[in-house]
């Protein structure tokens, strides 16, 4: 049974549970604290925090990008905690997501995504997210990534 999420705006109070996300579901490629604070400066309305009852278990991190006559976003990074994988929290994150951009107008929504990432690709191509290019070399440790994108419609 899937459970009940709520979305909300992170908090600076979540920052620690956001770190242990982030580092459980990437490793040594998790964004530092500093990063993070950076982006909830910059982009505080649409980063959001996935939650239970029981705490903080997703993020999903978006910055509007452009001009406000072409207004796009980028989708910079999800991480739910491995334990609520597969119940419903990066559906609840995107939903909202969605629904957030789709209100202030953005007209494109694009990501980036690992190429092996089979899961992630499921995910995106489910919302209606389609593959632009491949980036070669895109990530640290020189992988590739697929630029995928989504027109919103008003």
Do not use: W
């Not at 107008?105 to 980036?112: P, Q």
């Amino acid at each position: 049974m899937t459970k009940r999420y709520s979305v909300r705006k992170l908090r600076p109070s979540d920052m620690d549970r956001i770190l242990e996300i982030e580092h459980a579901s990437f490793g040594k490629d998790a964004y530092d604290r500093n990063l993070f604070a950076e982006f909830l400066h910059n982009c505080g309305d649409l980063f959001l925090v996935s939650e239970t009852a029981r705490g903080v278990c997703g993020y999903m991190l978006t910055c509007i990008r452009g001009r406000e006559s072409d207004t796009r976003a980028e989708l910079v990074s999800v991480a739910v905690d491995p334990a609520h994988r597969g119940r419903g929290a990066a559906t609840s994150l995107m939903d909202s997501t969605l629904r957030r951009l789709r209100l202030r107008g953005v007209s494109r929504l694009s990501l980036m995504v690992r190429v092996t990432n089979r899961q992630a690709l499921a995910f995106y191509e489910k919302y209606g997210f389609h593959k632009v290019r491949i980036v070669r070399g895109y990530y640290e440790d020189k992988s590739d990534g697929f630029l995928m994108a989504k027109n919103l419609e008003p």
